[in-house]
């Protein structure tokens, strides 16, 4: 129970809370509803970064990898932010677009390195989460994750202001650049966390700040425990339903929520925005 | 007073505006006109603070831009541009209420809240208080924006082509508040126009670029002319008052 019942569930939560944070905050500087960091490269990057380390300095401390890949995760994710920036906003869906073209092509870099020493199958295990393996002692780092989203909150409204666009948060005296600095490092730190400890889910962060979105707005101050709450309850709901759904065998949390996901997703995508009041 | 000294910017090869040396009086409406491309918009954007001053100064009642930090400048500056792409979910009140935010940073007063308040009873938004911003029509929009403006509570507003995509009504409206907020709140207006005769009809004083360079600069009253507009625009422009309202007929 206390060894790997009670932390698989605590695993679930804190993931999906701290992905879901970091899914609003790109949202949020990148102007654009439809990414995430599992789909703008950022993940990818962030396991570039533990293959490099696990490749060149095989005895390397969990810090260590940590500090590495939460730095490539961070690289991946300003580079990113840089493309975009040259995109026009008239067309919204390339920034999607842009992101998996980044992402796909980074991962299929790590994968080729991967596949060259033989480490394909640790990618595959970065990539999909798994709770099945967490256990007291190995999930640790996820509180870290989620103290980082908890930070999230105290530049909740620098975040929201950032989201206007860089001539209005000028304009109300915001130091925009640091802003940035600041929420694509919570982003990295973050995506990595997640990696290294359980995995990547994806879509949480883009399915989870729609939702809150749609019903309750983009003030951040407001939303963010709102996106947290939802993000860590929707993901320990998915881990159950693949847990108990081909009972004894285990469908991995990432799968059903993405079967999950893409259902709400497409029901956002052609229904009508929710009316206020 | 806002003070433009021997302010120059080039992008690349191109020189934009070349050696503009301007007083801009406190209190009043002041348009900014010229033809397209004669630089109103990059003007506006380095007095801003949006561009770098690349040389030459600008301040606003002996505050050098350059020198003060950017918190300081929202606390005497506020700042509108035409921005057709505005993704946010936000109430209007809570938009309103972020023209606060370079006074409390974060930590609104009861004081913030009044005037938050104030603001959406002066533009008319009390009804549209707890509607999302993305929900309403442009002219609602740029209503808030303005109050936003207003609730900054600066002594100088800057706007650039506020009456882009605005209908007549709409526009009418907009220019109406900003001439109100010169008169009844002492503030300085700024503001870069398209339509002459929209800065005819509400402005104190007109200044015309032309080609990156000041070519007029004097009060409405005397610029309104048929040698200053015709030779700003490079074309025959008669001036006729109507009404004791001087208007160009530039379209005939």
Not at chain 1, 4 to 17: C, D, E, F, K, M
């Amino acid at each position: 129970m206390l060894v790997s019942r009670i932390p698989r569930t605590l695993a679930a939560l804190l993931a999906g809370a701290s992905l879901a944070v970091a899914g609003i905050i790109m949202q949020t500087f990148v102007r654009n509803r439809f990414v995430e960091p599992g789909t703008t490269g950022t993940a990818e990057c962030a396991a570039l970064g533990i293959l490099a380390t696990t490749l060149f300095i095989p005895a390397a401390p969990l810090f260590l990898k940590m500090v590495i890949s939460s730095g490539t995760a961070l690289a991946g994710a300003a580079v990113f932010m840089m493309l975009v920036r040259k995109l026009p906003p008239t067309q919204p869906l390339l920034v999607p677009l842009t992101g998996l073209i980044y992402g796909a092509t980074i991962f299929a870099a790590t994968e080729f390195v991967a596949y060259e020493y033989d480490l394909l199958q640790y990618l595959s295990v970065w990539m999909a989460a798994e709770f099945s393996g967490v256990m007291q002692g190995r999930y640790e780092l996820l509180w870290v994750s989620g103290a980082v989203a908890v930070l999230a909150y105290f530049f909740a409204d620098r975040f929201t202001i950032a989201g206007f666009g860089q001539e209005t948060a000028i304009g109300l005296g915001l130091n925009y650049r640091q802003v940035l600095i600041i929420g694509l490092c919570i982003v990295a730190l973050i995506t990595s966390f997640t990696i290294i400890t359980v995995g990547m889910i994806p879509f949480v962060g883009l399915v989870v700040p729609n939702i809150v979105s749609r019903y309750r707005g983009d003030n951040a101050r407001e939303t963010l425990p709102l996106i947290a709450l939802l993000g860590g309850t929707l993901v320990l709901a998915s881990d159950l339903i693949g847990r108990l759904i081909n009972y004894p065998y285990e469908i991995p949390v990432g799968v059903v929520f993405g079967v999950l996901g893409t259902v709400v997703f497409l029901w956002l995508l052609f229904a009508k925005p929710a009316r206020n009041g | 007073m806002i003070k433009i000294q021997n302010v120059t910017f080039h992008h690349g090869q191109s020189q934009i505006l070349n050696d503009i040396s301007l007083d801009i009086p406190k209190t009043g409406v002041t348009a900014l006109i010229g033809p397209n491309g004669a630089g109103k918009s990059t003007l506006f954007a380095v007095m801003a603070r949006l561009l770098p001053i690349q040389s030459g100064s600008i301040s606003f009642d002996g505050t050098d831009i350059r020198k003060t930090a950017s918190r300081d400048l929202a606390r005497k500056l506020a700042i509108m541009r035409q921005d057709t792409h505005f993704a946010s979910r936000i109430t209007v009140r809570d938009m309103v209420g972020f023209g606060r935010f370079p006074h409390h940073q974060g930590r609104a007063s009861q004081e913030d809240r009044e005037k938050v308040a104030e603001a959406l009873i002066e533009f008319d938004l009390a009804d549209l208080a707890d509607r999302f911003v993305d929900e309403l029509s442009g002219g609602q929009r740029q209503r808030v924006f303005v109050a936003m403006a207003y609730a900054q509570d600066t002594d100088y507003l800057l706007l650039d082509e506020p009456l882009n995509n605005l209908d007549m009504h709409h526009a009418r409206n907009l220019m109406r508040q900003l001439r109100a907020l010169a008169d009844d709140h002492g503030k300085t207006i700024v503001v870069v126009l398209h339509d002459i005769n929209y800065a005819a009809a509400y402005s104190d004083r007109i200044i015309a670029l032309k080609q990156g360079s000041i070519a007029a600069h004097d009060e409405t009253d005397a610029f309104m002319c048929d040698e200053i507009v015709s030779q700003v625009y490079d074309m025959q422009v008669r001036i006729q008052t109507i009404e004791g309202q001087k208007i160009a007929l530039h379209h005939i």
